[in-house]
Each structure stands twice: as structure tokens, then as C-alpha cells.
RNA sequence: GGGAGCAUAGCUCAGCUGGUUCAGAGCAUCUGCCUUACAAGCAGAGGGUCAGGGGUUCGAAUCCCUUUGCUCCCACCA
């Protein structure tokens, strides 16, 4: 077969991606083989791809491709989320630009809209995913709002209730005011923001003093109840006990309360409390029973309750007060000022804290077999570090805020009775049955079922049971079969709206943790270390760097710049690299293609030496790599591929076994090349899948195997004989030394040379036939005598010469010899110190003292060799 | 404010149980090669006070303390 000398993955990936599809090869079933199981985290179903799931499902898509090659019954869930708020403003944001305003929508009309967005957009990024290489089960294809999750959310939302878990009530939320919508507190992003702190002057009712009160929002006095300040507060020792204050612009007389929580240090020490549009104010308020004023409607701008400022935007409003309390004579002064302020994560908008009716999980009982699971490694995270972070959150977990006022998600199955009062059903004729235990007059008709829905996160909680079905049928065998899953990849900055929640609902439900394993992957930086955004445009197109330097290229790069926990610096020249790579890959196979095979050519004294060696290579670099995966070192156990692959078998088996020009090649060196080819092709299948693929069917080592992709991993079954590693590193040492002489001297490789050395029985010379066919030495010849003629060099204590007939420097020569000297008398002082000191050999391991030993012999050895040829040349 | 982590070659990082894998890898740089698999290549070279200081130890990149600089998470005093 002819092949061309550059890979061009184009066509490629796509012929096999599709031949994987076609056989089936990704689809699992349980069987009588033992699972490997990853749930994938589900992307925003309307999602593109980008960087960061490049990494993560190249991770996940390594861990399941080489299970599946480990015997194991592979299965890798894919799936996309419903992504409750996200995609609910991409359709509110649609229809705006279609001239559609929602609030004219019934719910019933936006859902159809939702729905029709999703069936249009939804899932083209796991068809991304699929030219990444990614081996899912397509077929188990889930989506967190099907029928089947939003049975068991719903299902389980019931149960919690039952548990008496889920509970209903008026709390302060963070209200997000473009979206309309309660937030839980982990999708509030504090950010630095510069505001100005106002100093306000409240007037004390009755009196022409004034108390000032600092702010840093000043239209949230139209809500004030109170003023508070610390009872030790020397400087308002002076108030009367019942003093009250009047509100600046409202009027209104509010009274002035006395509490320890008030910070002496900041602003004037006084606080205005305002208890509906602050959490520490709104704790005030219930301790000494103030009224809480809500000044703000659901869109942020002011309402009526006040009469001042209606329907004025909340920043708006800011600015106006400014001007209206100075025109008033009531700003004392502003100041710059930098402060936290909450942002909505999806939104982007201020978070407002609100008072509102939402629906809550209690996670206190939830939390306590999680926390367990993952402080005792029975969840095991890696890198570990994120065991801290989880428990401190974990032992300090808050309730949940499940509920939010979208349309687009699970719709909580609450049903409100007319007279009062509310049941909560699976379905709304259980809920009427429910409801005629109370009073058994009522009909369907007089339900009302809650407006709310469920968190998004409420129904990826379940994910790695709702995938399996597990929820409505707690005994299916897929569940039994698949579940606990092994490993999930997953980012760090999920670890509570996720990773956390997860382990919960796992033991709730399934009494058994839902993965063994959770490796953390870092965020995708730009080479500056800047997170990617689309903002700063310095996020590259993952389809478009596949476009350039294929899958395998791409996956090279994010699997050469990953270590668990570690962001990932991302520089295009990663993905060259890793195309450079296959690239190599592809020119080595068609090195061995070409060769022509000589049945009756005996195998020659190289070949058999590169053989023993590489035999070696093999068994401890799989051995290695094994270890590497089996601790999550990804990267490492990549490297270690890479360097196999181009070092040691191009570099140097291939190199000492490649016959002449058009010379033929022995069957019995063959044979055992193609074998290694074969064994490094399954060794990196898992992380480049296609090219392995592509060399792997022209190779075709298995008749019976369909795929490499079922092919079976290479095993180390044994120890390798450190020995023949050892030689062989010295007979590469005396290649290199040459190739060194080569470069000095200016000998092209072409040109053969003789080598001479001085018999050694501490290291005798091995790999002979190796080094000169390496060396391109015509004889090696071992002597007694020293060749001041020769260029000399050193490996381990054995002298070697090569003759140069008289074209030698002496002087130079002697200045290399004595700087040599120099260095090694030096090396050898320090072992001598650390060997003359009697605590240094009383208490160090004796295996330490015997290597400081023979460091002293080699270097003694060494040092009275180079006097002598500094004798011999003088 | 609380917690965690990081600092090693120009860059990105290994270095796991203190001691021959101890100062390493890949990339980048420089030099020489268009050598019949691959210039997307080959061969070679340079480059580090292991952030600073102190301690423990026979011995420290590695353990402890401290200073400095950075990162992340949590909390959210208006």
C-alpha cells in the first residue's frame, strides 16, 4: 500500500468515526463483564463547544476507551441539560427580537416556543463532541427535562416533601431582576465593584440634630424601619432611650434600636436598617419585630408602597437620591468606595436581596452521609486538596432554594386549594385525592398548581441515577448493573452546585455513593493565563483547531498541558505538537510498511540486541504507565507514551533495525516489529484514537478483532530486567559520545570510523553490533594501550578511542582532560566528605553508604584513567 | 475576615516515602545536517542560588517556622 508522507486526518476521522457507529462499538449492555461506567456532566443543551469541554471529555473519553480495552463493559452516558435559567433567556432574548414580549405569553405558548428553540439548537454540541472522537453511548442519549428525569425529579421532589424535608416559606432570597427569579446562593458571584459610600443625615424627631449615617445604597432608605447603633457606643450615649429619627425625603419616624452587631469602626457607626432589601438587616428586623417595607417591584425599579420615585430603575433611582438629599441638605458627604456586590451568574445583573415565598431543601441530614463518603475516601477526589473545600462547605451547608419563577424546567407539583392550604402529588389526580381527604367537595378545577419550577440543579443532583432510570425503578438491572459509576470529570467550580449535591441524592436514594472516583480538571487559560472568554475573544474554536490538526492533534494538546487541578495554559502550538505527533506516528508505520521481508535472512547480532532491549522498554514503560493512570497522572502517563513511542522505538529501534537501502529485512525481526507497532498503537489508542485506528486496520494483527477500539490493552506480566536497561543505556551513552566526536571532529555519519576501547570487567562493553551499527563504526576493537592520537572519551569507567590519524588537538585535547579532571577531583572531595563523616555513615541506610562508595570508586577510577591519558598525550 | 494552594530552565510543568531517576521533561532558543520514514524530521549544545531568610537533620527542591509575591474557594460590615 502506498502511503502518503504526510497524515492528513481530514477524511479520516470521519470514515472511522463513522465505521465505530456503524459496529456498534460504543454501545454497552449489561453483561457478565464487570462495568466502567462515566456519566457525562451535561452541557447546556443550546451549548456550544468550547475549550473547556474539550478538555474534560478528552479526559473522560481516555478513562473510557481504555477500560473498554481492559475487558470492561464501558459505558459512557451522554447527555445535555435543560439549563433552566440559561436557556429560558436565550428564548425570552429570541422572541424580544422577534417583537415578542414573554409576559404576553401564556405559559403554555413560551413552552412551546422553549421546546421548538430546543428541538432547533438543542444537542448540536454533543454532535461536536462526536468529532472530538468522543466513544458515548449515543444511544443512552438523556436530557435532563425528558420524560424519563423529569419523572423521577418529580418523583423525588414528592419524597423529600413526604420526608418533610421540602419545606415552603418566606425567606430573603437573591433576586435576580432581569430574570425574574430567585437564586440559590452559589449562583451569586461577588464581584469588586466601585460605589460610593453617602453619609446621610437622619434628623432626630423633635430636634435639630442629626445622626449621619453611612451607605452604600441610598435608595434603600424608602425601606428603612430603624436605625441601629451599638449600645457601647460612646459618641450616642447621648440619645434618649426612645429618640426616633425621621427618614431623609420619605418623612417617616422610625425608631433607633440598639444592637452589638453594629461595627463601632465603620462609617459613623450607625446603620439604617432596612430589613426587606438586606439579609443582616432582614436578621434585625425579625430580633426586634420592625416593619420590613418592600420598596422594590420584581423588575428592580421602585413601586408604590412609598409614593416616591414609582417605577424609577433601582440606579436610576441611586443617581436621583443623590441629588435630591443634597438639594435637601441632608448629604453630609460621599466617598469612592470599593465593595462586593452579587451578581447573577447567568444574568450578570446585581443580585437584590428580596423576601419571597420559595421553596427550600433541608440539607443538614442530606449532607451528613455525603461528607463522610468523601473525608473517608470512599469518594475519592484528585487531587485531594478539594477534600478541605468540600468540607468546610459541606459543615457549613445552608438550605437549598429549589424553586424559581421560569417556566422552562420541572414544574414543582404543589397544587393549592381554594380555601388554603396545598397538597403535593406526582400527578394532579393524585393531588385531587389528596386534596379530598380535606375536603371532599372540590374538583379538579379548583386546583392550582404551583407557578414555580425546580432549580436545574434539582434534577442534575440525580444524573448518575436518572440516566440509569434508577429513580422510578429503584430495582431495573441497568442501575444495578451500572451504578455506583466510576469516575467523573468534572471542574472544580461545580463542586457544590453538582459534584456535592450528587454524593447527597446518591445516598439518599441509592444508599451507595454515586462515582468511586472524582477528578478535578483545571479552567482553560489562554497562554497569558486568562481565562477564556467571548469577550476578551481569545478563545479559540475547538472545531476549527480540529479543522486544522485533527482530533488526535487537539487531544494531544490538552492532554500534554493537564495535571489534575491544574488549569490548563492552552497555546496553539500544543495542538502542532500533537499533530507532529501523529504525524510521526504515521511516517514510523510507513517505515516498517516498506521494508520487504527476506525469509531465509538470518537475524542479524543489532537486531537481536535491539529486541532483547525493547522487550525491556516495553515491559516497564506499560508497567509505569499503568501506575500513572491508575493515580489519575493523565498527563504523565501520555508523556511517558510520547517519549516511548519517539524516542526509544523511532529513535532507537527503529534506527538500529532498518536494513540498507532496499535491502530486505529478516522475517523474525519483522514480525516482532510489527508486534511492538501493534502493542504501542493499543497503548495510545485511548489517547489518539484515530490515527491509531487508521495504521491499526492496515496492520491488521488480530483477523478477528474489528476494531483496536475492542482491541485488548498490552499488560506488564512482569518485572523488567533492570540489567539489560542499565547496559543498554551504556551502549547508548557510547553512541551519543560518538555522535559528539562526529559533530567536533566534523565526521559526517556517512563516513565510518574505528573505535578502540580499554576492556573494563566492571562494564563490559554490551550492544556491540548496536553501537556500531548506530555509530556507524566499521570495528570495535578493545586494546591495552592508550592512542594519544585518538579522540578519547569516557562512559561509566571504560575508556574508548577513536583514531583520528594525527588530526587531533592536542592542546585542546588536554584542556578538555584537565578540565574533566578538575571536576571529577572535585566530585570526588564531596563524596569523600560525606563518607569520612562518622555520622553520615553510622546513620544513613547502608544502601546510601554503598552507592557513596562505589561513587568513589568510579571516580577514582575515572580520575587515574584521565591522568594517564593526560601522560600519554603530554 | 476565614480557609486552601502555588513560587523549580525563557515558557508550561514533573520531582510521590528527605539520600543516583536530583537538579529533570516537553516546548522554545542556538549550532550542524534537504542522511531514501518523517524538515510536521535528525544530531548536538546552552540555560536553574529550586522566590528570600531562618531552623530540624549526617544529609533539604523535598520537613518546620518566617518574609515576600501570586492564585483559588468561602464569608459579605452597611
Redesign the pocket.
Known sequence: MQ?A?????ENLEQKWYDFWIENNLFHSEPDEREPYTIVIPPPNVTGMLHMGHMLNNTLQDVLVRRARMQGKNACWVPGTDHASIATEAKVVAKLKAEGIDKSTLTREEFLAHAWEWKEKHGGIILQQLRKLGASCDWERTCFTMDEARTAGVIKVFVDLFRKGRIYRGVRMVNWDPSALTALS??E????ESQGK?YYLRYMIEGSDKYIV?????PE?ILGDTAL?V?PNDERYKWLPEDARVIVPLVGRSIPIIRDE????????????V?PAH????YMLGEKYGLESIDIFNDNGTINDKVGLYVGVERFECRRIIEGDLTAAGLMERVEP?T????YSERTGVAIEPKLSMQWFLSMEELAKPATKAVLEDIIKFVPA??K??YR??ME?I?DWCISRQLWWGQRIPAYYLPKGGYVVAETAEEALALAREKDASLTMADLRQDEDVLDTWFSSWLWPISVFDGLRYPDNDEIKYYYPTNDLITG??I??FWVARMIMAGYEYRNEKPFGNVYFT??VRD???R?MSKQLGNSPDPLDLIAK??AD?MRVAML??T???????F?E??C??G??????????????N??SVDETLPQSDACREAIEWFDEVMTERIARID??MR?Y?I??AF?EL??LF??DF???Y??II?P???APADAKTIARTKYYFDQLLRLLHPFMPFVTEEIWQDLKPEKSCISIVVAQQPKSERKANEQILARFAVAQEV???I??I???K?I???ESITLNYIADDNYPLEYEAVIAKMGNISSITATTEKDATAAAFMVKTTQYFVPMEGKIDKEAELEKLHADLEYLEGFLASVMK?LS?????????E???A??R??QA??EAKIAAIKEQIKALA
Open positions: 502511503l508522507d504526510k497524515y492528513s486526518p446562593d452559589e451569586v458571584i461577588y464581584k459610600l449615617v453611612a451607605t452604600t445604597r434603600t441601629c451599638n452587631y453594629v461595627d463601632l469602626e465603620f462609617g459613623t457607626g450607625a446603620l439604617k432596612t438586606d439579609v443582616n438587616d468606595y465593595n462586593n456586590v452579587g486538596k478539594y478541605n473545600t468546610h462547605w457549613n445552608k472544580p467550580d463542586i457544590f483545571g479552567i497562554k497569558l493565563g481565562k490538526y485533527g492533534g500534554m498541558s495535571s489534575a487541578g491544574n488549569d490548563v495554559m497555546d502550538g500544543l502542532e505538537q499533530r507532529n505527533f501523529c504525524n510521526k506516528i504515521w511516517n514510523a508505520y510507513r517505515l516498517v516498506m521494508w501506575d500513572e493515580q497522572r498527563s504523565d508523556m510520547y517519549r519517539w524516542d523511532s529513535g532507537w527503529l534506527e532498518k540498507a537501502y532496499q553512541v551519543s559520545s555522535r559528539n562526529r559533530k567536533q566534523n559526517a555519519q556517512k560525606k563523616n562518622e555520622r553520615f555513615v553510622s546513620s544513613a541506610p544502601k546510601v553508604v552507592n557513596e562505589a561513587k568510579d571516580a
